[in-house]
């Protein structure tokens, strides 16, 4: 693996298997061959549509899921924080319901990821600058709310900010902003950028959205039924694509049916 | 369900009238040497007095003071409630997390496990055993626990085995949480109303069999219990021809009726009735 890529996945196949009471119903077939490597400090961008697999490729990498065949291989990082020279990967779920517990506070939740990794002795300030760098403010009023008191926009912020607090090497980003407002949306992705110019964190960028991704990403691949049909940086996807499908999520774009960050079918 | 939430249920109608009933029991069984001067066994009186100055409730037909009786009858009944909900708790919290947590065969041999001992009826069994075993106290106890836990352990697994695949659980193990800190963080606080369900159901249990054996002289002689007092005075023959019943029979009826009430009224009111 050379030197400038974190992660490299090699013709990683997923299947889902229906156990059912008779054996013939279909198989799902979630990623079918998928290859692509994720470049240190990049912004990749996936977009695709609904049931394209993304979310699967995401657990894939966090390790939630195991790969059918194929296999899926982490660049050695010299970093203090982990201990195996894997990197550290964080994840903006899908889904803000599932992904905050609603027994903590906003101030455990977000604490969580450092509580877990060193053990109680975190600056508090750190919690109160994330939570204010995604514009839960005032954050004292935040802090001791539980998550059935918050939109499903704050939700998601208190998400954001809970995987940005340790600052890892990588952070996969499930539909970050598809329940927010189009302000909020765009501010949360220029704290993205912003973040990657400062720390140097890669990420990937999963959306439905291509506009959202056209602004973020530097590379942009795109999904359709488990296989990646097109991957490019983002102008040679804008301008010259080939594929049939991102000329139809760009005709959509472009017409307006689909520019709307705050709207997600799925 | 979060403290504030608790304390805020609680304070409903039914919650403070339910553990005004509960703590008053709980104070009569604790100050019960302070509230009588007669042991309950002491048949030191003459037999069928009637409720006067030195015996509240008068005596039965063996001599003995029936409001000591009542009294330390609550310290039975409380503190069989008390040992077979807690047994009940920790044995099928256990056996649930763990079975739903690891999953996998191990699982499945567990649960089957528990689906026999649900099959089981409950109070056939108990009866057969407390006839069969000495009537001690702690046979029930052990009784109730073993035929309490598999419904515990059930509810408990299943909800374990959703929380496991939940959003922020998966979350925790990115972040790197082990399993030991997944279970305490962030299964077991979400199973609190699953165990405040079970501790309400199994003490209702208990003090309803227990009273129950005893009063089908199955129980253990050496405790005073409500059902034992029901039991002699209803085979008593005399007992409806004269007033005795008034403070012979009903007391006892009364206080079982009473106790099973308010944690009724409790469990509803952690519930969320009003
Ligand atoms: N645990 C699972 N068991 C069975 N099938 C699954 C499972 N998870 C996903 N699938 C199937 O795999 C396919 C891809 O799902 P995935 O969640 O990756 O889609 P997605 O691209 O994230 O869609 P969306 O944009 O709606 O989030 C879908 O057809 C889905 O039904
Ligand atoms: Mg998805």
């Given at each position: 693996?050379?030197?400038?890529?974190?992660?490299?996945?090699?013709?990683?196949?997923?299947?889902?298997?229906?156990?059912?009471?008779?054996?013939?119903?279909?198989?799902?077939?979630?990623?079918?061959?998928?290859?692509?490597?994720?470049?240190?400090?990049?912004?990749?961008?996936?977009?695709?549509?609904?049931?394209?697999?993304?979310?699967?490729?995401?657990?894939?990498?966090?390790?939630?899921?195991?790969?059918?065949?194929?296999?899926?291989?982490?660049?050695?990082?010299?970093?203090?924080?982990?201990?195996?020279?894997?990197?550290?990967?964080?994840?903006?779920?899908?889904?803000?319901?599932?992904?905050?517990?609603?027994?903590?506070?906003?101030?455990?939740?977000?604490?969580?990821?450092?509580?877990?990794?060193?053990?109680?002795?975190?600056?508090?300030?750190?919690?109160?600058?994330?939570l204010e760098s995604v514009g839960l403010t005032p954050v004292e009023s935040f802090l001791h709310k539980y998550p059935h008191t918050l939109s499903g926009g704050q939700r998601q912020r208190v998400a954001i900010a809970r995987a940005m607090i340790t600052e890892p090497d990588m952070i996969i980003a499930d539909e970050p902003i598809s329940m927010l407002d189009a302000s909020i949306g765009v501010d949360i992705l220029n704290l993205m950028l912003d973040m990657k110019e400062r720390t140097g964190i890669t990420f990937m960028f999963i959306t439905h959205d291509i506009a959202a991704a056209a602004y973020i990403s530097d590379n942009i691949a795109v999904m359709k039924e488990g296989k990646i049909v097109e991957y490019g940086s983002r102008e040679q996807i804008i301008s010259d694509c080939c594929h049939e499908y991102t000329k139809s999520l760009l005709l959509s774009a472009s017409t307006g049916t689909f520019n709307n960050t705050s709207f997600d079918d799925k | 369900m979060h403290e504030i939430t608790v304390v805020q249920r609680l304070k409903s109608p039914k919650g403070i009238s339910g553990l005004a009933i509960l703590c008053s029991f709980i104070f009569i069984a604790i100050a019960a040497p302070f509230l009588t001067s007669y042991s309950p066994d002491d048949i030191s009186s003459r037999p069928l007095l009637e409720p006067n100055s030195e015996h509240l409730l008068g005596t039965d037909d063996v001599g003995r003071d029936i409001f000591s009786n009542l009294l330390y009858g609550a310290r039975t009944s409380l503190a069989v409630a008390l040992i077979v909900s807690s047994g009940v708790l920790i044995i099928g919290t256990l056996a649930g997390v763990f079975s739903g947590y690891t999953g996998g065969n191990l699982d499945r041999v567990m649960m089957r496990g528990v689906d026999i001992f649900l099959m089981i009826p409950d109070l056939p069994l108990i009866l057969i055993l407390a006839a069969y075993l000495r009537p001690s106290l702690w046979?029930?106890?052990?009784?109730?626990?073993?035929?309490?836990?598999?419904?515990?352990?059930?509810?408990?697994?299943?909800?374990?085995?959703?929380?496991?695949?939940?959003?922020?659980?998966?979350?925790?193990?990115?972040?790197?949480?082990?399993?030991?800190?997944?279970?305490?963080?962030?299964?077991?606080?979400?199973?609190?109303?699953?165990?405040?369900?079970?501790?309400?159901?199994?003490?209702?249990?208990?003090?309803?069999?227990?009273?129950?054996?005893?009063?089908?002289?199955?129980?253990?002689?050496?405790?005073?219990?409500?059902?034992?007092?029901?039991?002699?005075?209803?085979?008593?023959?005399?007992?409806?021809?004269?007033?005795?019943?008034?403070?012979?029979?009903?007391?006892?009826?009364?206080?079982?009726?009473?106790?099973?009430?308010?944690?009724?009224?409790?469990?509803?009111?952690?519930?969320?009735?009003?």
């Open positions: 693996m050379d030197n400038s890529c974190l992660i490299k996945i090699d013709n990683v196949s997923k299947v889902f298997k229906r156990k059912g009471m008779f054996r013939n119903e279909p198989e799902v077939k979630a990623l079918d061959n998928v290859s692509l490597t994720v470049k240190k400090g990049e912004v990749l961008g996936i977009i695709g549509e609904s049931g394209s697999g993304k979310t699967t490729l995401g657990k894939l990498i966090l390790g939630l899921l195991k790969p059918g065949s194929g296999n899926i291989s982490f660049a050695d990082i010299d970093n203090s924080s982990s201990q195996n020279g894997k990197p550290i990967v964080q994840v903006i779920f899908q889904d803000p319901y599932d992904s905050l517990s609603h027994m903590m506070t906003v101030e455990q939740l977000v604490a969580e990821p450092c509580i877990i990794q060193n053990r109680k002795n975190f600056d508090r300030n750190r919690i109160v600058l994330a | 046979n029930i106890i052990f009784i109730l626990i073993v035929m309490g836990w598999p419904v515990g352990a059930r509810i408990t697994r299943a909800q374990t085995r959703t929380l496991r695949v939940s959003g922020h659980v998966d979350f925790a193990r990115i972040s790197g949480a082990g399993n030991w800190y997944v279970i305490k963080r962030h299964i077991v606080p979400d199973l609190y109303p699953i165990m405040i369900t079970t501790i309400v159901m199994q003490s209702i249990r208990a003090i309803l069999s227990e009273s129950g054996l005893a009063f089908l002289g199955l129980g253990d002689p050496s405790y005073p219990s409500w059902g034992t007092m029901i039991k002699y005075a209803i085979s008593y023959p005399l007992v409806f021809f004269t007033d005795a019943w008034m403070w012979w029979l009903m007391p006892a009826g009364v206080c079982i009726t009473l106790l099973v009430l308010s944690f009724v009224l409790v469990g509803q009111a952690l519930e969320g009735d009003k």
